[in-house]
């Protein structure tokens, strides 16, 4: 990563830079050698090219699919409205699964055997049953809950509670959490104990020593499949579809049974949800980034900083025949 | 003078491992103490029983009058709290084989980290206070640079500094110097020498002889778990006295 960062030229003239690399004493005569033919570069390349024209051919000229009706309901608020919601159940799961999965990771590593069992016994329910099974069982919670009793502080009829929306939440929560607090023990455990005996040793207690030094450097490790975990939330975050909470694919779905249009509507759903998870992706690049600072001598560079060394470096790669 | 540390039969065991048999010793207030022996003798194990990183199993190890770890109650003995056993180790500085700076702040950054946090030491005054120790160990242009920007040499010095930011009355040093290439101990050694010059008592396990034999006040050498052999360092390094002390001065000398 570095090595391609280096490359970046100080000054956009190739040949001045060849002179500098030198070491300045005599500059010797550029190489003039005719580069090696790559063959199989070309065809692979023309073999790949004419597959995919094959392959999108067929969708543009398909005459059962009406392109317009894609078009036409892109920007339904209907679908707009179901796409904020996938983003809502999303947002609102992965919260609840960080909190609760981080709770999960601290009882699960704790020296007390009663916490970290009860911390097991979850995991292993949680990640070893299927989460549309889980939805199904929340939703249909009141087949054998009648009525929801938390003593005096709240009372009231399980399917007033077991909203649709409360069924999403809880079912991609719950099981989330599960999943965040392996994640985050493979965290904390993946920070050098060393740095546990510094902290220690300069006075700090344990829980500014988790604070300040264990956890910034645990958050390394943890943030990348935290963004893998929130990228798969939005995607599977259409399986509430079955508890009638009308997100994005429930919206579109609707739409296209009542206007013949099931496929192109299919292609809705799916252009939101590559919006959505490409968008997170670029934020979650930025996140990382600021987590890395201090592991790596140089951090990598922004999109921005690549397609402009991208673009300097094009006529140089050209220049010195590669 | 007084004893800052006092070693009273001091035993450690790892398991079923005795690794410290019944350690006595007494470190002066302003010298500077050598531990040498063959790896596995038991001298960095000590070393961290005196902060407490490690338990002792049986004896009384005092730092500066006080017991580490527990309290005495007529005869009965108490385990200090977590925030007791904190408080002990304010005053007690040390540097590791292996730097253990911290990673994701620089080096100024470091060095302030314990008097903020731990001392409630205002950010300003903190820095400030860095920046004058950075410049001691010699480092005052690396401030801003993360540990990984830094050879292994400045890394110690750094971390030299991040213990001395404390205003530590004793400091320990477990093989400071082992870690590094050898053109780089020279630095670390300069900053360490100094240090002894300012009166700062000091603990060293360490295999650089020249540097015990230069600026150590006394020095011991364990093997097994015991101490074998203690003295005044240019009598013991140049006429080692019992058997095991010859022969593993014999090998490093």
Same mark, same amino acid.
């Given at each position: ?82 796409? %904020?919601? /996938?983003?809502?159940?999303?947002? #609102?799961? *992965?919260?609840? $699964?960080?909190? !609760?999965?981080? &709770? ?89 104990? %060393?740095? /546990?005996?510094?902290?220690?040793? #300069?006075? *700090?207690?344990? $829980?500014?020593? !988790?604070?300040? &030094? ?97 673009? #300097?470096? *094009? ?8 | ?253």
């Amino acid at each position: 990563m570095t090595d391609k960062f280096d490359k970046v030229p100080a000054d956009p003239d190739p040949s001045a830079d060849a002179v500098s690399k030198t070491g300045g004493d005599i500059p010797p005569e550029a190489m003039k050698a005719i580069p090696v033919r790559h063959y199989g570069r070309w065809i692979s390349a023309v073999v790949v090219l004419a597959l995919l024209a094959l392959l999108i051919n067929a969708f543009a000229t398909a005459k059962k699919i009406q392109w317009n009706a894609v078009g036409e309901y892109v920007f339904d608020s209907t679908v707009l409205a179901g796409a %904020g919601r /996938t983003l809502l159940i999303s947002v #609102l799961a *992965m919260i609840m $699964g960080v909190v !609760l999965g981080v &709770i999960l990771a601290v009882m699960r590593m704790s020296k007390n055997p009663v916490t970290s069992s009860v911390a097991w016994f979850y995991i292993w329910i949680f990640r070893g049953t299927p989460v549309y099974v889980q939805l199904l069982i929340w939703f249909n919670l009141a087949l054998v809950f009648e009525t929801l009793n938390l003593g005096p502080i709240y009372k009231d009829e399980m399917v007033q509670v077991m909203t649709p929306f409360m069924a999403a939440l809880l079912g991609l929560g719950l099981n989330e959490a599960a999943y965040m607090a392996e994640i985050c023990r493979a965290g904390l455990m993946a920070v050098d104990e %060393g740095q /546990t005996e510094a902290a220690h040793a #300069l006075g *700090m207690s344990h $829980g500014k020593t !988790l604070r300040r &030094i264990v956890i910034p450097q645990a958050m390394r490790v943890i943030v990348p499949p935290t963004g893998n975990e929130f990228i798969n939330m939005l995607k599977t975050s259409s399986l509430v579809y079955v508890v009638t909470y009308n997100e994005l694919l429930r919206a579109t779905s609707t739409i296209g049974s009542t206007s013949y249009a099931v496929m192109e509507m299919l292609f809705v759903a799916c252009i939101w949800y590559l919006v959505m998870t490409s968008v997170f992706s670029v934020f979650q690049y930025y996140l990382e980034r600021r987590y890395a600072r201090g592991s790596l001598r140089q951090l990598p560079p922004t999109p921005w900083q690549k397609v402009k060394a991208n673009m #300097l470096g *094009m006529g140089r790669e050209r220049g010195a025949g590669a | 003078m007084t004893a800052m540390v006092k070693a009273e039969g001091v035993h450690k065991s790892f398991g079923a491992v005795q690794v410290l048999k019944g350690i006595d010793l007494e470190v002066q207030t302003g010298e500077v103490f050598c531990l040498i022996g063959p790896s596995g003798s038991g001298k960095s194990t000590f070393l961290r029983c005196i902060n407490h990183l490690e338990k002792i199993n049986a004896g009384r190890l005092y730092v500066d009058g006080e017991l580490v770890g527990y309290r005495q109650k007529g005869d009965k003995l108490y385990e200090l709290k977590d925030s007791e056993v904190a408080l002990q180790r304010r005053d007690i500085g040390m540097v590791f084989q292996r730097f253990n700076l911290f990673p994701h702040m620089t080096a100024l950054e470091n060095v302030m980290e314990a008097p903020v946090q731990v001392k409630g030491t205002n950010k300003a005054q903190a820095k400030e206070r860095a920046r004058e120790l950075l410049d001691r160990v010699g480092l005052a242009d690396k401030a801003g640079n993360y540990p990984s920007q830094l050879s292994g040499g400045q890394q110690q010095r750094v971390a030299i500094a991040r213990a001395l930011a404390m205003d530590p009355k004793l400091m320990l040093f477990d093989e400071p110097t082992s870690a590094l290439d050898p053109e780089l101990v020279g630095d670390v050694l300069d900053v360490m020498r100094d240090l002894a010059e300012s009166g700062m008592t000091m603990v060293v396990v360490t295999h650089e002889m020249g540097f015990a034999r230069e600026v150590g006040d006394s020095l011991v050498f364990m093997d097994g778990g015991v101490v074998v052999e203690s003295g005044d360092p240019r009598e013991v390094l140049t006429n080692p006295q019992h058997e095991r002390t010859q022969a593993f001065l014999s090998k490093v000398l």
